[in-house]
């Protein structure tokens, strides 16, 4: 038997409850994975709470893990039992020992990745991915403003956007945040619950607003996020950690001919290339420095609703990963 944390109701941290399972044989297509490190994403609060819809209770958790696979299924020839995988999205269960999961979606991971780093990368190094090199391409000599700047995809995302020669601004909820920001990579660290960071922005810019907007907070920033920024630039939308946004008028585009959009990783990577081509990138930027990736807490796979309690409680850095 294996041990999976699932979803009981729909609510709180307390709805996560530790089981066994059977994990059974790989059927045709899969692959077993023996977990090793599991990525925890605040995506993961949005499926407990029941803002996300998962289908029915009790219910799998988690969307990123790594491992060894330990069995394969009829008609899987690209892996074999020993190598070391990781993974982002597909079926939900990623917080368990165990689990079974389709062959043609894990990644490979080159020998110098640890399980850890690769758990604590795919989602949110994918995101910071695709966010900067594909839905809003940064060019060197731009100023963006990146919400959220301490957390697991805002240290990824600012190191990623300097390295591409941008000047970053952030946000961040505390002073101790700001201090790690700036140490990757954020240029100016603004703290959102204390200062008017529009004006910020605009000040920074000489009043001229920013191309673009990275905004996963949501409810509380969506509105100052469209005042920052200039003509013709892109509001880019892939979070709510606050809370839901509400309804955008279509007028609201028309003030400065803006784009908006609301991205999600699973479009981005639902083409096997994209995802091969996205992770390369990542694990380039990992190898040779350019990227840190910063695993900030570590908790027991039993301890998974006191990881879920500090994401909310906006009580963590970097990225966080939960040990089977
Ligand atoms: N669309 C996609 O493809 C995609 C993929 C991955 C992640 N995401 C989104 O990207 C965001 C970041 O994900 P992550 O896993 O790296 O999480 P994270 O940034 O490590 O944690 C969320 C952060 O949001 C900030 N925040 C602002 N208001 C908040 C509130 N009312 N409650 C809680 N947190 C609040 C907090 O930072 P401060 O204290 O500094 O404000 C908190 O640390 C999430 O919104 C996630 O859903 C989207």
């Known amino acids: ?80 039992p020993g190598d070391r995988v990781a993974y982002v999205g597909g079926p939900l269960g990623a917080y368990a020992d165990e689990r079974l999961y389709p062959a043609d979606r894990l990644v490979p991971l080159p020998d110098w990745i640890s399980d850890e780093q690769a758990a604590a990368m795919m989602m949110q190094g994918l995101t910071a991915q695709y966010l900067l090199r594909r839905t809003f391409p940064v060019q060197s000599g731009q100023t963006i403003l990146f919400h959220a700047a301490a957390g697991g995809v805002g240290l990824i995302a600012c190191q ?69 920024l200039q003509p013709i630039g892109t509001l880019v939308v892939f979070g709510q950690s606050s809370g839901p946004v509400p309804p955008i008028e279509l007028g609201q585009l028309a003030k400065g001919s803006y784009f908006l959009t609301r991205p999600s990783i699973a479009t981005y990577t639902a083409a096997r290339s994209d995802l091969m081509q996205g992770a390369a990138e990542l694990f380039e930027l990992v190898k040779n420095g350019t990227i840190k990736i910063n695993i900030a807490q570590r908790f027991k796979l039993e301890d998974a609703a006191e990881a879920h309690r500090a994401l909310e409680a906006r009580e963590t850095t970097g990225s966080t990963i939960l040990i089977p």
């Open 160 to 228: 990623w956007a300097k390295a591409l020669g941008a000047r970053v601004l952030g946000t961040v909820g505390s002073k101790a945040k700001a201090e790690l920001a700036a140490a990757n990579g954020c240029d100016v660290p603004m703290l959102y619950r204390e200062e008017d960071w529009v004006a910020h922005v605009k000040q920074e810019t000489d009043g001229k607003g920013v191309p673009v907007v990275y905004d996963s907070v949501g409810k509380d920033t969506v509105k100052g996020s469209f005042e920052c």
């Open 1 to 80: 038997m294996a041990r999976a944390v699932r979803i009981q109701a729909f609510g709180g941290p307390e709805n996560l409850k530790l089981e066994q399972i059977d994990v059974g044989a790989p059927g045709p297509g899969q692959a077993r994975i023996r977990q090793t490190a599991i990525g925890l994403n605040y995506i993961d609060v949005y499926h407990r709470t029941g803002h996300y819809p998962i289908g029915d209770l009790p219910a799998p958790i988690g969307s990123e893990g790594a491992g060894v696979v330990d069995a394969v299924g009829e008609g899987v020839t690209s892996l074999k």
